[in-house]
């Protein structure tokens, strides 16, 4: 069974940092590609970062670049976020997602995922 967990998320202030997790198990998921994105009350699901299977390669969004870094943990198997100088609009449910494929242009899609979590809450208070 195929499962992507994320944690992490909750309340903080405007400035301040927060780190998710999203453990995935069930395929070889050191082999995939790892996405993150976020959705907004009324907005549609956005593209936030994504990293490569060895995590040589990360991309992100220009709305959260130089603010956000994508990461995998040792076993490939868990994406990490982390989110400093945090802003009011970054405020969304934050969704990982993960796919067997690659490609540099595609991966900003939510469609090109295969794979996606629950969401977890991030909360910016101003």
């Known amino acids: 069974q195929v499962q992507l967990v994320e944690s992490g998320g909750g309340l903080v202030q405007a400035g301040g940092s927060r780190r998710l997790s999203c453990a995935a198990s069930g395929r070889t998921f050191s082999t995939y590609t790892m996405g993150w994105f976020r959705q907004a009350p009324g907005r549609e699901r956005e593209f936030v970062a994504a990293?490569?299977?060895?995590?040589?390669?990360?991309y992100y969004a220009d709305s959260v670049k130089g603010r956000f870094t994508i990461s995998r943990g040792s076993a490939k198997s868990t994406v990490y976020l982390q989110m400093n100088s945090l802003k009011p609009e970054d405020t969304a449910v934050y969704y990982c997602?993960?796919?067997?494929?690659?490609?540099?242009?595609?991966?900003?899609?939510?469609?090109?995922?295969?794979?996606w979590g629950q969401g977890t809450q991030v909360t910016v208070s101003s």
């Open positions: 997602a993960a796919t067997p494929n690659f490609d540099g242009l595609s991966l900003l899609r939510p469609t090109f995922y295969d794979y």
């Open positions: 990293v490569n299977w060895s995590g040589t390669n990360t």
